[in-house]
């Protein structure tokens, strides 16, 4: 069974190991070693990444418990991470992190900066694109989508 919750604290350095084993995972067959590496470094600043956390409507998936998931997004509703653990892909959980987030800010319009591979699962939810854009990370550049469902 899935549970969602609150994030805590106390699960940001999990929540750092997530994001960069998913970001070097799944996000492989969209973008090079090179940039993986740029995206997602190894070396999270976990007491900014919980300074944000904290000031966001953040949550976390716990599936028998593991952390499988989490996501986060500020009062403007601007979805800013969505992360699912690489070993829990395609079983819904993004949708359900997703549905939660979204449902928690009242805001006529919600925007996110998806990577080339969470662009079709924005898309299936009424995003629309806005705009293609490189973010340079690291100084190596990324292209990602300026997106936005109203």
């Known amino acids: 069974m899935l549970i969602i919750r609150k994030y805590q604290p106390s699960d940001c350095k999990c929540l750092a190991e997530l994001f960069y084993n998913t970001v070097h995972t799944i996000n492989a067959k969209d973008y090079s070693e090179e940039q993986l590496d740029a995206w997602a470094t190894g070396e999270v600043d976990l007491i900014e990444w919980n300074k944000s956390l904290l000031n966001h ?26 992360y699912v653990h690489k070993d829990y892909q395609s079983q819904g959980i993004a949708t359900i992190i997703c549905d939660n987030l979204e449902n928690a800010i009242d805001v006529n319009k919600l925007t996110t900066y998806a990577s080339i591979t969470a662009k079709p699962f924005f898309l299936n939810r009424g995003y629309k694109q806005i705009k293609e854009q490189q973010v340079i990370r690291n100084g190596v550049s990324l292209i990602n989508f300026i997106m936005e469902k109203r």
Do not use: M, P, Q, Y
């Open 57 to 82: 409507h953040s949550i976390v998936a716990v599936k028998e418990d593991i952390i499988v998931g989490f996501g986060d997004i500020d009062k403007t509703g601007h979805l800013d991470r969505l």
